[in-house]
């Protein structure tokens, strides 16, 4: 009798901060056509998180959630939860502002945090950032800073206290998927903490390609919203997502130089034997 090869394919939570989520794929919620479509994509794919943007309308957050009210009940019957983030913002103090509000409007210390320094690419503010984020942990909020594929400016970010970061694949909204491979899989291998690709993915196979290099999660809008079909495409991506993880686990191949044969050779042909 032979024992059971142990399960080397048995994953482990995906936990961010102090919170375990079931699923490692977090979604946008804006550019869909319409908020039916928006909850359809959601329902279907089921992700850890949804991210919404808070725009400073008003003087207070009263104002904000008056303006958006609609938006916020269909958020709340989603039940999923709400990663606020801080899109648009190009000044630390506009940025931690916004994050302030949008803790009292969504009730909730998570904020994903952007500070875009080039209004054309809106590459993060790679100079300004990691005072932003320390800032933000100082004041007890749990900060995902998205940024770029640097390797100092990630290992920056969690010397300050992010226990998670989330580096672009290529610029926001191009679907051009991971533009500079060898930094990111370089990033994987040097970072312990989870690292979520947020921002440049285009197809369902660039969010299985990034999760097969192990990072951890991937956070998707404009592909799906913008897709002729985002409630399949939203599906697509989450089976995509978990496709790339059990590939992760279950331990590539490695590449080889020359063709392998794959048939073994149990014996020769009885017409080759003498």
Not at 26 to 46: D, N
Not at 166 to 189: D, K
Request: proline share 7%; hydrophobic share 45%.
């Amino acid at each position: 009798m032979t024992d059971t090869p142990a399960d080397t394919t048995a994953d482990t939570p995906f936990q961010l901060y102090d919170q375990q989520f079931n699923s490692r794929l977090l979604l946008g919620t804006s550019r869909y056509p319409s908020p039916a479509v928006l909850e359809a994509a959601v329902r279907r794919s089921q992700p850890a998180m949804v991210t919404a943007s808070l725009r400073r309308q008003g003087s207070n957050s009263a104002d904000v959630a008056d303006a958006g009210a609609s938006f916020w009940q269909l958020l709340k019957q989603l039940n999923v939860p709400v990663l606020p983030n801080t899109a648009g913002c190009m000044s630390v103090q506009e940025a931690i502002t916004t994050a302030q509000m949008a803790r009292e409007v969504f009730d909730t210390p998570w904020i994903k945090l952007e500070l875009i320094g080039d209004d054309y690419t809106l590459q993060p503010d790679t100079l300004n950032l990691v005072q932003a984020a320390k800032t933000l942990i100082d004041d007890g909020f749990k900060v995902l800073p998205y940024c770029t594929e640097d390797l100092v400016l990630c290992q920056r970010l969690v010397d300050v206290g992010c226990q998670a970061v989330m580096p672009w694949a290529a610029p926001i909204g191009t679907g051009r998927g991971p533009a500079n491979p060898y930094a990111m899989q370089v990033l994987r291998e040097r970072l312990s903490v989870p690292l979520i690709v947020d921002a440049g993915l285009g197809r369902p196979s660039h969010a299985c390609t990034v999760m097969e290099w192990g990072f951890d999660g991937v956070l998707l809008n404009t592909a799906v919203a913008l897709a002729q079909d985002p409630v399949q495409m939203a599906g697509a991506f989450a089976d995509a997502v978990h496709a790339g993880r059990a590939a992760y686990l279950s331990g590539a191949m490695a590449e080889q130089t020359a063709a392998q044969p794959s048939t073994p050779t149990l014996g020769m042909p009885f017409w080759h034997q003498a």
